[in-house]
């Protein structure tokens, strides 16, 4: 099997605390899920809740139009498929990375660095204490090994990560 390039992660300035919606009255045993990725629901936020043009989601999530206009698409079907078929909907995992991350150094200071920083910059030096040794910290309900936090293997977002947790 060929194995593709990763594919691009798209920027999500939002990740939802609550995860799992469920109709009211159907028995866990015969309910039906459809499962939304991060980056369906950001694009749901984007252009339905915050009502910005295709153009500018796009640009915020860092992809192309025709690429949010699929993601938007799908998610708004499965959306209506939960909706009128009375299916839980369950958002998880997707190929996204967080437009902000918080970072800790070992000292124990905190703070943010922006999508644009971690893509293009070198590691992140505490403003603090000028530390290297730093390690992102998840947003609540995101942590490793749980697949909450996207698919990230091979991507640049895990490459960062493996660099601050093993380097010495
Ligand atoms: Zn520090």
Known sequence: MRRGRPPRLRRVGFIPQVTYFKPAGIPLRILDEVHLSVEEAEAVRLKDLEGLE??????????????????????????????????????????????????????????????????????????????????PVHPPGFGFGRGGWGRHRGGRWQRLIWFFLYQS
């Open 54 to 135: 295709q153009e500018q989601c796009a640009e915020k999530m860092n992809i192309s139009r025709p690429t949010f206009q699929r993601v938007l698409g799908s998610a708004r079907q499965k959306v209506a498929d939960a909706l009128l078929h009375g299916k839980a909907i369950r958002i998880e995992g997707g190929n996204f990375q967080p437009a902000l991350q918080r970072f800790r150094c070992f000292e124990g200071h905190e703070w943010e660095a922006s999508f644009e920083e971690m893509v293009a910059g070198p590691p992140p030096v505490c403003p603090e204490c000028r530390s290297v040794n730093a390690i």
